[in-house]
């Protein structure tokens, strides 16, 4: 047995072994915690690898930060958030954040780490909420919920499982089906009296699974929209808009996919060709390759539509509409709508063998499109006349005349044929055109259309005769609704002051006159105003313009004593109309007046009825019978009022046809 001397000094030296171990616990806590305070401590990742090295330094700071401001609190947030305690966990960190404990990044991290927990909880509108006030969180992280494995998108996802208190990411459709399959596991345990952290809500109104996938896809559609404002790297930028478009379709928003493809977009063309194709959304195609500078492919499928727009009635947006240019042609709009899109993109294409392969269905569908494909100058190299003139269909004439016109006028060709051939158009227009009548055919060389000849050449027999040439214009002119021009050619060049007034007659608007008026008061290339034309024009069309209008028209030096009778004709008529107006008006007003004081008048008439008063039609005595006056004065009971009517009195007199008239001060008997 042992002495006690031994076992005091065995007791002793247990204690100090205690004791020294003890304080290399606590140096070494001391040391570890100097360690991750350290700023510039490297972090390495345990595998040996440093892909995620900067992730891993990031989670060692947050620890830190955690330690920072108290173990006790972290481990409390987590435990809440164990509990599916969410606005119990966010109201702590909220406080924690008011009062300085909590730093921007820690707060983004748990933001997200609550996203995530309420996205497995079938919660995905406040999820989306928390995940949208998580700076650091990146849309990546969302890819795997949206696109099944394997694709492009999920690779770009980061490994970050933050507390680990939420399964790993899967497609949305999982996350429903274990969701709901939970809540269907919850719903058998409360009937046993076991509680669950499922929600109140779910376990009463179980949702459907069509109405959650459609709230899960709304609300990513949500966070992606947000995060095309933010700064992101190009692949992710990529990711963002190819799967926003992949979500649009996924419930047939049509609208937003449209608008997202003709905008500024960084989607994947060949990741959606198939999906776009598949679910014929050809126009998003199109708009898409458009976008992207894929113009073949873009044009191709503008075709496709055009005429399946033409063969099909079942479209959205088919329905049949009036061409500005021609009344009596019909088309469909979803047809013009094709070949503008179309327009729009060969405006700016150079590449002459893909314009003129596209001309002709878009001239089909509208001619002013294809002259305004022509005639573009939007393009870097003009295309070649002869190439063009060569596909232009010899049908559609007028396309050809405006190309021809637009390389005279505007590009200034002096090429004959050219010259030529705009000459015998113009001449076969004048000859097809009755339309016209201009009582001055003496002054075009005293011949009458249907004499004027055009030989074979034609290269001189037009062109001799400029007056015709300019006559034969004009009613090309009219007959393309070209008003500015006939009235310029009639009123500037051939001066036919007549024919010119007449076809303002024609067009029936003041605004016709007073552009003939402009022109001849500033006729410009430095000719000098013909006053004599627009003193005729006052005279004879006064009445169709505004004096006010005309004498600011009228430029400081013209001397107004040429057309002061004019004016002053117009001044008096006009302020004699408007003073016919005024009596008018006060006339109409005395007769109001006193119509309504004849009616307060009627209104204030009183009749007394004693036990002597009798009926004018039955006779019968009244006492407390309900009775009736008519405007004559005669009294019936309710009963003959009931049995003659409201209009007819007694006397047989019928107040609607014979109206009775009471004196008044304006109105008399």
């Known amino acids: ?102 730093t921007k990044e820690m707060l983004s991290f748990i933001h997200a780490q609550v996203g995530f927990l309420l996205l497995f909880d079938l919660q995905f509108k406040e999820a989306v909420d928390h995940f949208l006030l998580s700076e650091n969180m990146q849309p990546s992280e969302l890819f795997p919920f949206i696109m099944r494995d394997p694709n492009r998108w999920t690779l770009l996802a980061p490994r970050k499982r933050y507390w680990g208190l939420h399964p790993p990411p899967t497609h949305l459709e999982n996350v429903i089906d274990d969701g709901l399959a939970a809540i269907q596991r919850a719903v058998f345990l409360k009937k046993a009296g076991v509680d669950t952290a499922v929600s109140e809500e779910f376990l009463l109104n179980p949702p459907s699974r069509a109405d959650l996938l459609e709230s899960a896809i709304e609300n990513m559609i949500r966070y992606l929209q947000a995060c095309r404002e933010r700064d992101l790297a190009v692949s992710v930028r990529e990711g963002v808009d190819t799967l926003l478009m992949y979500l649009y379709r996924a419930l047939n928003r049509v609208e937003d996919m449209e608008r997202l493809a003709s905008s500024e977009n960084n989607c994947i063309v060949e990741e959606l060709e198939a999906l776009l194709t598949d679910s014929g959304h050809l126009r998003t195609l199109a708009l898409l390759y458009a976008g992207k500078g894929m113009s073949a492919q873009a044009l191709s499928i503008w075709r496709i539509l055009a005429m399946n727009y033409l063969s099909s009635s079942s479209h959205k947006d088919q329905f049949e509409e009036t061409d500005l240019q021609d009344s009596s042609r019909k088309f469909s709009f979803g047809q013009e709508t094709a070949a503008i899109e179309a327009t729009k993109i060969l405006e700016e294409s150079s590449d002459q063998e893909l314009v003129l392969q596209h001309l002709g269905w878009i001239a089909d569908i509208n001619q002013v499109l294809a002259v305004q494909i022509l005639i573009s100058e939007k393009r870097t190299n003009l295309l070649s006349p002869d190439e063009v003139i060569a596909a232009i269909d010899p049908k559609k004439v007028e396309i050809l005349q405006r190309y021809l016109q637009w390389l005279i006028e505007d590009q200034d060709s002096d090429d004959t044929q050219f010259h030529t051939a705009y000459a015998l158009l113009l001449a076969k227009s004048a000859l097809a055109t009755s339309e016209l009548e201009l009582s001055t055919q003496d002054s075009a060389g005293g011949m009458p259309q249907n004499e004027i000849e055009v030989s074979e050449l034609g290269r001189s027999s037009i062109f001799a005769s400029p007056v015709r040439a300019r006559f034969q214009t004009a009613i090309l002119y009219r007959r393309l609704g070209q008003e500015t021009l006939v009235l310029q050619i009639l009123a500037l060049k051939l001066e036919n002051l007549e024919a010119a007034e007449q076809y303002c007659s024609e067009i029936g608007r003041p605004d016709a006159y007073m552009q003939l008026l402009e022109m001849y008061l500033d006729p410009k290339d430095g000719r000098e105003p013909m006053l004599k034309a627009a003193v005729r024009l006052l005279h004879n069309h006064g009445e169709m313009l505004d004096p006010l209008q005309v004498l600011q028209k009228f430029s400081p030096d013209t001397p107004l004593q040429v057309a002061s009778d004019t004016i002053l004709r117009i001044l008096r008529a006009r302020q004699h109309h408007h003073r016919k107006g005024q009596i008018m008006h006060n006339l109409s007003r005395a007769l109001d007046i006193d119509a309504s004081l004849a009616r307060l008048e009627q209104r204030s008439r009183h009749v007394q009825i004693n036990d002597e008063s009798i009926c004018d039609s039955c006779h019968a005595r009244l006492g407390t019978k309900l009775f009736a006056m008519y405007p004559d004065d005669a009294i019936v009971c309710y009963k003959c009022f009931r049995r003659q009517g409201e209009s007819t009195s007694v006397s047989g007199r019928d107040f609607k046809k014979e109206i009775l008239v009471n004196p008044g001060w304006l109105v008399t008997r």
């Open 1 to 102: 047995m042992a002495s006690p001397e031994r076992i005091q000094s065995k007791g002793r030296f247990f204690a100090a072994m205690t004791s020294g171990l003890s304080l290399f616990s606590n140096a070494m806590h001391r040391s570890v915690n100097g360690l991750l305070r350290y700023e510039g401590v490297e972090v390495i990742n345990p595998e040996g690898e440093k892909e995620n090295a900067e992730e891993e330094e990031q989670r060692a700071r947050w620890k830190q930060e955690l330690i920072s401001y108290g173990e006790a609190s972290g481990e409390q947030i987590k435990d809440l958030l164990r509990k599916k305690s969410f606005k119990e966990a966010i109201t702590l960190v909220d406080e924690l954040a008011n009062e300085g404990a909590m």
